[in-house]
């Protein structure tokens, strides 16, 4: 195996578990808020927050590095076109996802404090859940756009 095939598998595999994550913690989050039970929330929410952490954040670091290094051992110009609006894209992706992890945070411990209190969800966590929910949007659909562009590498 050489180095360049495995990075390239560590790109692919981190960008999997990167949206992966995302649209999971997404999918799970936004039905469990569909049942507006406070303690499924509650424990749903303190989970997307240590996803986050665990997967999103060293996928966030492994990304660009793997990608750098491998556009560079394949001899491309790091001013091609479909590697600039990627990297355009990915910005994007990260500038929605910095309030995100702010919002999970305040949304995760007010869930807790809402359970331990024994009492319904403030109308804050529903404000920062709508937040969040539209900051999702453009940053998955970037997310996607990036799949495209590394796929087809469009002149």
């Known amino acids: 195996m050489t180095t360049y095939l495995l990075l ?3 790109h692919i595999l981190s960008s ?4 992966g994550t995302g649209f999971g ?9 569909k049942t507006r039970n406070t303690q499924a929330i509650a424990e749903v929410s303190r989970l997307v927050v ?12 492994i990304q660009p590095l793997t990608g750098f ?14 590697l600039v609006w990627t990297y355009a894209l990915y910005i994007l992706a990260g500038v929605c996802w910095l309030p995100v992890v702010w919002l ?37 659909i970037a997310m996607l756009v990036i799949y495209w562009l590394m796929v087809f590498k469009p002149a």
């Open 8 to 10: 390239k598998w560590l």
């Open 16 to 19: 999997v578990l990167l949206v």
């Open 25 to 33: 913690s997404a999918f799970y989050l936004y039905f469990v808020h």
């Open 50 to 61: 240590k996803a986050d952490f665990w997967f999103t954040t060293p996928t966030i670091i």
């Open 69 to 82: 290094t491998m556009v560079s051992m394949a001899g491309y110009p790091m001013t091609q076109s479909w």
């Open 104 to 140: 999970q945070l305040r949304m995760a411990k007010l869930a807790a404090v809402a359970v331990s209190d024994n009492k319904p969800l403030p109308a804050r966590y529903w404000d920062y859940a709508r937040y969040w929910e539209w900051l999702g949007y453009p940053a998955f």
